[in-house]
T-cell receptor
């Protein structure tokens, strides 16, 4: 069974204080790892897809990286508007199209 | 482009009543997913469809839950009879093609409260 574990559960940062969120996964045949952002009262919004170890993607203050066992979402000089819950999900070979989600990390950035 | 559209946004009803949640996926997307989100259990996949055909309904909690996709632009999730423990936010998501490792696009959910 595919498993996704995110840490920490919650993270509080001061504006400008860089940090990283972790997503550890156990799957048979990774086909894709996805990062989403979820704001209160909204559905998850897609951020990045990573397909193979060593791959990196960037968007504004966010950078996602992937190894064979985990992914990191690095947040550089965060702003209060980056406050949200960040979800990680995997798709594996035997369940093509079906995503298994982690429980998320709730990020709060204080001005 | 219109995203995934869910209705209603909020539903409050009494235990034992039938509840029907509706979803319109993004045009051209072939896969549709129903999820339930709670604080205790996070985001759980209930069922998903490829080309209107149910592929995996192993996440449907019990026979009180049923889902249909009569055509490519519409799906329903029905709970009958509803119970207080069904209270949650229900999300619908769609993606371009089931086997192509594509991200999912979510609607804004239906917040369901069963009294």
């Amino acid at each position: 069974e595919d498993q996704v574990t995110q840490s920490p559960e919650a993270l509080r940062l001061q504006e400008g204080e860089s940090s990283s969120l972790n997503c550890s996964y156990t799957v048979s045949g990774l086909r894709g790892l996805f990062w989403y952002r979820q704001d209160p009262g909204k559905g998850p919004e897609f951020l990045f897809t990573l397909y193979s170890a060593g791959e990196e993607k960037e968007k504004e203050r966010l950078k996602a990286t992937l190894t064979k066992k985990e992914s990191f979402l690095h947040i550089t000089a965060p702003k209060p508007e980056d406050s949200a819950t960040y979800l990680c999900a995997v798709q594996a070979g035997t369940n093509a199209g079906k995503s298994t989600f982690g429980d998320g990390t709730t990020l709060t950035v204080k001005p | 482009d219109a995203g995934v559209i869910q209705s209603p946004r909020h539903e409050v009803t009494e235990m034992g009543q039938e509840v029907t949640l509706r979803c319109k996926p993004i045009s051209g997307h072939n896969s549709l997913f129903w999820y339930r989100q709670t604080m205790m259990r996070g985001l759980e996949l209930l069922i998903y469809f490829n080309n209107n055909v149910p592929i995996d309904d192993s996440g449907m909690p019990e026979d009180r839950f049923s889902a249909k996709m009569p055509n490519a632009s519409f799906s329903t999730l029905k709970i009958q009879p509803s119970e207080p423990r069904d209270s949650a936010v229900y999300f619908c998501a769609s993606s371009p093609q089931g086997n192509s490792n594509q991200p999912q696009h979510f609607g804004d959910g239906t917040r369901l409260s069963i009294l």
